[in-house]
């Protein structure tokens, strides 16, 4: 049925408040009204409610995340790139380990295209850091394929790349609540990355975004702590989940295992975006403890996935060697230089 028939609505909210479940292409064509601004308010809302009271399914998330990626601004890429992404949600008030781990795997040889946007859970999302950090976030395909040739990282602002996504906006921010919104992110990203490291911080959608991406063909892993951050921590294990050739093997990492010291949560705690800058600049500087451990941590696994070490112990090594030869820094000032220059 095309999201344009009168009877689109009823029967995909019918459909989903009776427990059923919608198609790959139903969920492309509910999410294209969406974003095209065919749905109203209270079909938007209706669905967003339904959908999270029974749960999504792989082909729900996988319609969803087509239709997005189709209405995106694309960008071209100069090889296979890798990012780095989390769904957020946590509330744990780390700082940006994510972003702090691209910034190393750029250092250390990976193309990186990070994919992000403003805090909502927490004190200082990617795009308050970077911005913070002086790199321009606002800019559009040319700017983000120029920080790519010249710095090898580049970051999309996902309102400047998603510009229909803000027919869902209004709604989202008067639900407060989370939706499958939240879990779009890492699957949307307008360089279609070859490699991801994806962490979620519900446990119950972990093994959904895992199966997405093997749909895809993309090397990835998808990983959650188990004191439920959406990084891989350093406070205990973590959950794997190995996407390789289309298939998702699960297992866990832990930091003991490659000789890292065990942190609290408290030792991971950030701030806003000045303190979390703060941080940021002290650990890329080489400053040591525990929040170099788990930059290095999340930088090697990320490249491990990017081919760029042939396991996470080995990814680990090349991440401490980026940030103890300057690499590190000089990328990140490379990178605002650039940035600033493409913004004009």
């Given at each position: 049925?095309?999201?344009?028939?009168?009877?689109?609505?009823?029967?995909?909210l019918?459909?989903?408040?009776?427990?059923?479940?919608?198609?790959?292409?139903e969920?492309?064509?509910?999410?294209?009204?969406?974003?095209?601004?065919?749905?109203?308010?209270?079909?938007?809302?209706?669905?967003?409610?339904?959908?999270?009271?029974?749960?999504?399914?792989?082909?729900?998330?996988?319609?969803?995340?087509?239709?997005?990626?189709?209405?995106?601004?694309?960008?071209?890429?100069?090889?296979?790139?890798?990012?780095?992404?989390?769904?957020?949600?946590?509330?744990?008030?780390?700082?940006?380990?994510?972003?702090?781990?691209?910034?190393?795997?750029?250092?250390a040889?990976?193309?990186?295209?990070?994919?992000?946007?403003?805090?909502?859970?927490?004190?200082?999302?990617?795009a308050?850091?970077?911005?913070?950090?002086?790199?321009?976030?606002?800019?559009?395909?040319?700017?983000?394929?120029?920080?790519?040739?010249?710095?090898?990282?580049?970051?999309?602002?996902?309102?400047?790349?998603?510009?229909?996504?803000?027919?869902?906006?209004?709604?989202?921010?008067?639900?407060?609540?989370?939706?499958?919104?939240?879990?779009?992110g890492?699957?949307?990203?307008?360089?279609?990355?070859?490699?991801?490291?994806?962490?979620?911080?519900?446990?119950?959608?972990?093994?959904?975004?895992?199966?997405?991406?093997?749909?895809?063909?993309?090397r990835?892993?998808?990983?959650?702590?188990?004191?439920?951050?959406?990084?891989?921590?350093?406070?205990?294990?973590?959950?794997?989940?190995?996407v390789?050739?289309?298939?998702?093997?699960?297992?866990?990492?832990?930091?003991?295992?490659?000789?890292?010291?065990?942190?609290?949560?408290?030792?991971?705690?950030?701030?806003?975006?000045?303190?979390?800058?703060?941080?940021?600049?002290?650990?890329?500087?080489?400053?040591?403890?525990p929040?170099?451990?788990?930059?290095?941590?999340?930088?090697?696994v990320?490249?491990?996935?990017?081919?760029?070490?042939a396991?996470?112990?080995?990814?680990?090594?090349?991440?401490?060697?980026?940030?103890?030869?300057?690499?590190?820094?000089?990328?990140?000032?490379?990178?605002?230089?650039?940035?600033?220059?493409?913004?004009?």
């Amino acid at each position: 049925m095309d999201e344009r028939d009168p009877g689109f609505w009823p029967h995909v909210l019918g459909l989903l408040t009776d427990g059923g479940s919608l198609s790959v292409e139903e969920a492309a064509a509910a999410m294209r009204a969406i974003m095209e601004g065919l749905a109203t308010p209270a079909q938007i809302g209706g669905f967003l409610v339904a959908l999270r009271a029974k749960g999504p399914t792989v082909d729900e998330l996988e319609g969803l995340a087509r239709t997005a990626l189709e209405l995106a601004r694309p960008v071209r890429v100069p090889g296979p790139v890798l990012d780095t992404c989390g769904t957020g949600g946590d509330r744990a008030g780390t700082f940006n380990i994510s972003t702090l781990g691209a910034i190393v795997a750029a250092a250390a040889g990976a193309t990186v295209a990070k994919h992000g946007n403003r805090a909502a859970s927490s004190h200082c999302g990617s795009a308050d850091l970077l911005e913070a950090l002086g790199v321009r976030i606002d800019l559009g395909p040319e700017g983000v394929e120029r920080c790519l040739a010249e710095a090898g990282i580049a970051f999309m602002f996902a309102p400047v790349f998603h510009p229909a996504a803000a027919h869902a906006a209004p709604v989202r921010r008067e639900l407060r609540i989370p939706t499958v919104f939240n879990f779009l992110g890492p699957l949307t990203n307008p360089a279609r990355p070859a490699a991801q490291v994806v962490g979620v911080s519900d446990a119950r959608m972990l093994r959904l975004v895992a199966e997405v991406l093997a749909r895809r063909g993309v090397r990835a892993k998808v990983v959650r702590g188990e004191d439920g951050l959406d990084e891989v921590t350093t406070t205990g294990p973590t959950v794997v989940l190995d996407v390789r050739d289309g298939a998702v093997v699960e297992g866990t990492l832990d930091p003991a295992d490659l000789g890292l010291a065990r942190a609290t949560r408290e030792d991971l705690r950030g701030g806003d975006a000045a303190e979390n800058a703060r941080i940021a600049r002290a650990v890329l500087g080489g400053a040591g403890g525990p929040r170099r451990d788990v930059v290095l941590l999340n930088a090697g696994v990320a490249l491990e996935v990017a081919g760029r070490a042939a396991d996470v112990e080995e990814g680990v090594e090349l991440a401490a060697r980026a940030i103890d030869r300057g690499r590190a820094a000089e990328v990140l000032e490379r990178w605002a230089e650039v940035s600033r220059s493409a913004a004009g």
